[in-house]
Nanobody, 125 residues
């Protein structure tokens, strides 16, 4: 069983930065594809970014390209989402997800079997 734990959210002013962390356990980390999604109140969960298995390929939603970056520390079984130039519309609960079944699940919510509890990001104007 894979366990995913996400953290690092908070309150920040527009233009500021935050770094989210996601630690996975229960399976060899390099065998997992990892992703970030977010959900604002009243909206559907949307894709933010993802690593393919072992982090060979990364993908980003158009809305965050150029502002968000990801990194992966295999020694710590952790991925990070660095969020810069934050905007009020980035306000949402951010979820980390893991997939052991798909090499590159990408933006497909249904391809991720394991989810963190989420961490709230609030960007004030």
């Amino acid at each position: 069983q894979v366990t995913v734990a996400d953290s690092g959210g908070g309150l920040v002013q527009a233009g500021g930065s935050l770094r989210l962390s996601c630690a996975a356990s229960g399976r060899t980390f390099s065998s997992l594809a990892m992703g970030w999604f977010r959900q604002a109140p009243g909206k559907e969960r949307e894709f933010v970014s993802a690593f393919s298995r072992a982090g060979r390929i990364d993908e980003f939603a158009d809305s965050v390209k150029g502002r968000f970056t990801m990194s992966r520390d295999n020694a710590k079984n952790t991925i990070y989402l660095q969020m810069n130039s934050l905007k009020p519309e980035d306000t949402a609960r951010y979820y980390c997800a893991a997939s052991s079944q798909f090499v590159q699940p990408g933006a497909q919510v249904g391809r991720y079997a394991y989810w963190g509890q989420g961490t709230q990001v609030t960007v004030s104007a």
